[in-house]
């Protein structure tokens, strides 16, 4: 007679434990899909750029100022965050809510830079494809910018409050992983658009 | 008091005790709200069942009607509008409306319990993918309630789609209805992946999933990545048709072919999406009644994944007519011509198990023989057209009508019909009627056939698709008389499928646990199974837990009747990915009204997006954000927060 197996596991964690749990998978796969959606629209641009006649891109070339200082500036909000989780993971309620709070200054800032810049073009969402793309793209971002946002100020609330600890952080953790994804995103963002015409794609 | 962050999970016995306290535990209380609020992946997979079944009758009469119109030459019983608003809409509601969402209904209900798990991973997402399907269904029929139907084909070609060749609002009830059906598609996706990888019973390591598992999932990695190509695409169109961007016009830097590879990019991995799933409830439920198990079970497990992975190379055939570089061609005719291996492996281990084993005959086992006839036939057809030379013969013909309704009702509907006689004992504790059953089959065989098989001779001899009549003398009369003949007779079959359900529910036999002695654990609950599935967690020792003392194809023996009972809260289990190792215990969402609401938000927001009335949006917007903070809210009872110990009460 074969015998009867059993799973008798030994302690097991009860519901998500810092960054780890089910959610986790989650969070993770609606970034995965997010991502999926811009290279789509990457994919839409690089297509077009390619078969585009002469004169597709608008001169002259996108200026680094002030696109480059706001790409330093999000990014660096997402090592900021980072250090308010780390506040989270270790206890440190004040380190958290500074973290979370300048993050989110960081990232308002750059949203507003970003209006800046779309005042400053010369050309209306009509005008070309390359128009089409450039305004859908980054008003997409700004779209996932503003999540982000709100994200953060819940998490600043969520920690005054003083919901956290080491241990039960998850929403912590998914939330600021969102924000690094809203980052990393626009650096492909900001390769398309404003490095590669100089580097001769499309003309 | 802070509840415990680790804990030996206590072995029990399946006791009456144990089930009042979990049945009190897991129970939705009656009546409207609880309807409302439930988050049982067994109810809303009836639910995903019912609504995609009456859609699919919905789908069905619109195809009638256009066959009386298609039955002789210069018929007017349509104008030509009608009939591209009819065409149109039928093709939207079985590709997008019926032959997913049936999968997803399937799978929903019947995911859990093969996993010897107590609900989806997500049940909170899963109601909400339940309830956006329905409100996104009544958008993208409002249109054609009103006489605003999309009329520019289901893949919506541009210019046709654009604003100054189609400028009523038909085709933005339909670019925003699509936007709105991808978010339930996109999260019914990322919660079948996770609960997939998470969810399986101790033991169930990922060599011991069932097929149809693996169907699902296949699809579910494919809808998580490709649905955003179609929303993007949608969205675009709608930019352009609203705002006069220049995304797809041929003016100033658009192009037209954007909207196809977005389309097709898209397209045609949700074409296997829509057919791998069916195709795994044959692999699982054909051996059954063939009293054996499946054929080269690992290999068709391979076959699965590796069609999906295919698929992502092969949508540029559906544009081989469109003037691309022939190096492309080239390419995407192999990738197509390739794809036919992993799907043969597959058709030759069905015909391996039924040669092998001792068939049962039943309805069943009718329906899923038969769909291996139909597949083949779908399947030659679709080889030839993967040929270039040949598809440029055969595109925009009957040809392809022919083709692809091979492939989606016989791989699509044909098994999701077996699948209900298969399941339909789980669902409701009762016996589909046999008799009524062969009635019902036979009727639906030959209707099909007499409706398709000379729909490729229609194409042959030049019909074009998407006329909505033709004149005489073509050669084309009878062939046409014939199919919508056949077509009546298929409905017929349908009709008698719905008497049987009907009639089975009210008076059917008794039909006990396990009426078919089928291997697999959801077969091992009492049928219908009660709330939490299973009172104990089950332990896996093989891959067909249930036959385990016939085969003796494992040293062990799953273990059903002893082992976690879980019962401190509303408690599931985490396993690995691979092994299946118990790894967490879940703390599982109660009832709750957030997805409904979120879905009520998002409503408003596409209603606003349709009207272009900025407030709406607004007003939808902070709806949406709203139900979210009550979602996402860090609740205690789940274990996202501690107890402030700090703040002192009263």
């Known amino acids: 007679m074969a015998e009867v197996v059993i799973a008798k596991p030994g302690k097991l964690p009860v519901g998500p434990i810092g960054r780890a749990g089910i959610g986790w998978w989650g969070i993770s796969a609606l970034i995965a899909s997010e991502a999926a959606l811009f290279s789509y629209l990457l994919f839409s641009y690089y297509y077009l750029g390619a078969s585009a006649p002469l004169g597709w891109l608008p001169e002259p070339h996108p200026k680094m100022m002030p696109v480059l200082p706001n790409t330093i500036l999000l990014l660096g909000s997402s090592f900021v965050a980072w250090y308010g989780e780390r506040g989270v993971e270790q206890g440190r309620r004040a380190q958290a809510l500074i973290g979370f709070g300048m993050a989110f200054l960081m990232g308002a800032l750059f949203a507003g830079v970003q209006v800046y810049e779309w005042h400053e073009r010369a050309f209306g969402i009509g005008a070309s494809s390359y128009a089409a793309l450039y305004y859908t793209t980054t008003g997409l971002h700004m779209a996932h910018v503003i999540v982000g946002l709100v994200i953060l100020a819940a998490l600043f609330g969520w920690t005054a409050i003083d919901y956290f600890s080491p241990r039960r952080r998850i929403s912590v953790s998914a939330g600021v992983l969102y924000w690094h994804f809203v980052d990393v995103v626009w650096l492909f963002v900001f390769t398309t658009y404003y490095v590669t015409p100089y580097l001769g794609f499309a003309r | ?650």
């Open chain 2, 1 to 650: 008091m802070r509840a415990p962050a680790y804990r030996v999970p206590e072995i029990g016995e399946d006791t009456p005790a144990l089930r009042a306290r979990l049945q009190e535990i897991w129970e939705t209380p009656p009546g409207l709200k609880g309807w409302l609020v439930t988050t049982d992946h067994k109810e809303i997979g009836l639910r995903y069942i019912v609504t995609a079944f009456l859609l699919l009758i919905v789908g069905g009469i619109e195809a009638l009607v256009i066959r009386l119109q298609l039955a002789g030459p210069n018929l007017h019983l349509l104008t030509p509008d009608q009939y591209n608003q009819l065409f149109t809409t039928h093709g939207m509601t079985m590709i997008f409306l019926y032959a997913s969402p049936i999968l997803s209904g399937f799978s929903n209900y019947v995911w859990p319990l093969m996993f010897g798990s107590r609900d989806m991973a997500f049940p909170r997402l899963n109601a909400l993918s339940y309830w956006v399907y329905l409100f996104a269904a009544f958008f993208l029929y409002a249109g054609f309630v009103v006489g605003a139907g999309p009329n520019a084909g289901w893949f919506n070609y541009v210019p046709l789609a654009e604003r100054p060749y189609n400028p009523g609002i038909n085709e933005d009830f339909y670019a925003i209805g699509m936007i709105f059906l991808g978010i339930s598609v996109t999260v019914g996706a990322a919660n079948f992946i996770v609960t997939f990888f998470k969810t399986r019973a101790p033991g169930m390591a990922i060599n011991r999933v069932p097929i149809f598992a693996w169907g699902t999932l296949t699809a579910s990695v494919a809808n998580l990545v490709v649905i955003p190509a179609v929303s993007l695409a949608f969205f675009l169109l709608w930019m352009d048709r609203q705002f006069g961007t220049h995304f797809f016009s041929a003016a100033k830097g658009g192009q037209p072919l954007l909207w196809q590879h977005l389309f097709w990019l898209f397209g045609h991995p949700w074409v296997y999406a829509i057919v791998l799933p069916a195709m795994g409830m044959v692999s699982d439920a054909l051996p059954v009644f063939c009293r054996r198990p499946l054929v080269a079970h690992t290999l068709v497990a391979l076959a699965t994944v590796a069609v999906m992975i295919l698929g992502f190379g092969v949508w540029v055939h559906h544009m081989f007519a469109t003037g691309l570089p022939g190096l492309a061609l080239s390419f995407f005719s192999t990738a197509s011509i390739a794809i036919t291996v992993p799907s043969a492996v597959t058709v030759f281990a069905w015909i391996a198990t039924i040669w092998l084993g001792r068939p049962v005959i039943t309805t069943a086992f009718l329906f899923f023989a038969s769909m291996i006839v139909l597949f083949v036939i779908g399947g030659v057809s679709g080889f030839m057209t993967a040929s270039v030379p040949v598809d440029w013969q055969l595109t925009d013909t009957y040809f392809v009508v022919a083709h692809l309704h091979y492939v989606l009702i016989g791989i699509n509907v044909f098994p999701v019909v077996g699948a209900t006689y298969f399941w339909f004992p789980k669902f409701t504790g009762k016996l589909m009627g046999e008799r009524l059953g062969r009635w019902n089959f036979w009727t639906m065989f030959a209707g099909f056939n007499l409706g398709f098989l000379p729909m490729h001779l229609t194409g042959l001899l030049g019909m074009p698709r998407r006329v909505y009549t033709y004149p005489d003398g073509m050669g084309w009369d009878w062939l046409n008389l014939i199919t919508t003949i056949g077509s009546f007779v298929f409905a017929v079959g349908v009709l008698l499928f719905v008497i049987n359900v009907w009639i089975s529910y009210r008076k059917g036999a008794p039909a006990g646990d396990n009426p078919w002695d089928a291997p697999t654990l959801e077969w091992a609950t009492p049928s219908p199974p009660p709330p939490y599935n299973f009172a104990v967690i089950p332990t896996i020792a093989s891959r067909h837990p249930l036959w385990e003392d016939r085969l003796q194809e494992s040293e062990g023996r799953s273990c059903l009747s002893r082992g976690m009972t879980l019962d401190q809260g509303k408690e599931a289990l985490s396993t690995t990915a691979l092994d299946a190792d118990p790894d967490r215990i879940l703390e599982m969402p109660e009832d709750t009204s957030a997805p409904l609401l979120l879905a009520i938000g998002m409503t408003i927001l596409f209603i606003g997006m349709l009207a272009l009335s900025w407030l709406t949006i607004g007003i939808g917007v902070l709806a949406c954000l709203g139900a979210l903070l009550l979602w996402l809210w860090p609740r205690r009872d789940l274990r996202e927060r501690e107890p402030a110990p700090r703040v002192a009460h009263g």
